[in-house]
């Protein structure tokens, strides 16, 4: 069965550095997700994306944050500059028709802020 | 604003317990799923469920999208259970929105 997979698995960088997370959807997806957990709370929504631009984004999403589809099969998250509270799961997803079919989730990036 | 609650938050059982696990939300769906997060945090795709009744060895869910909530339903518990249990719910954007979950333990 096809899947979503996710690089790093986890990422340890320190305050202020620049990190980007990288994905690759099921290739016939055309809707891209990022989504963030902090240890211990629930799932919370960043961004959504198809036809190559953000569709929506939450107010998490904020100008420190940028997505990227650099070639035809990957979706990057890049954090321009990380601070603590970024520390989190950070987990791709994909769907072939958006909100009116099932998301994929990818095994997530922890990504921890030192 | 929109709304999904899941209850219980916290669920003990023991090992072959069967056990009902509730997803409230406050608007019309087009789309719902629930998830079983893992130990080791991976979100497993368990049902995509907008409506109706399905099954999956000894898991279920139903969906009464009119009355607004969503059941899923574990029999004959395992410790391989144990974990987070999520709904996701898609209203009108493409924007999931997740519960706040049940924490599942099992024990032998």
């Known amino acids: 069965e096809p899947e979503v997979t996710q690089t790093p698995s986890h990422q340890v960088t320190q305050m202020g550095q620049e990190v980007i997370l990288r994905c690759v959807p099921i290739s016939n997806h055309l809707y891209f997700y990022w989504y963030r957990q902090i240890l211990g709370q629930k799932v919370e929504f960043l961004v959504s994306f198809y036809n190559n631009e953000i569709s929506e984004k939450s107010e998490i999403f904020d100008d420190q944050f940028s997505v990227e589809r650099p070639d035809g099969s990957n979706f990057t998250l890049k954090i321009r500059s990380t601070k603590l509270e970024d520390s989190a799961m950070y987990f791709c997803?994909?769907?072939?028709?958006?909100?009116?079919?099932?998301?994929?989730f990818g095994n997530g990036t922890r990504l921890t802020v030192t | 604003g929109i709304q999904v609650e899941q209850s219980p938050p916290d669920l003990i059982l023991q090992e072959g317990a069967n056990s009902t696990l509730r997803c409230n939300f406050s608007d019309s769906v087009n789309n719902l799923q629930w998830f079983h997060q893992n130990p080791w945090g991976q979100l497993i795709n368990l049902f995509y469920?907008?409506?109706g009744t399905k099954q999956n060895g000894r898991l279920s869910a139903t969906t009464v999208a009119t009355e607004r909530y969503s059941l899923l339903y574990i029999s004959s518990s395992q410790t391989t259970d144990s974990g987070v249990y999520f709904c996701a719910i898609a209203f009108t954007g493409n924007q999931f929105y997740f519960g706040t979950g049940t924490s599942l333990t099992v024990i032998p």
């Open positions: 469920i907008p409506s």
């Open positions: 997803a994909s769907s072939d028709r958006g909100r009116i079919s099932p998301l994929h």
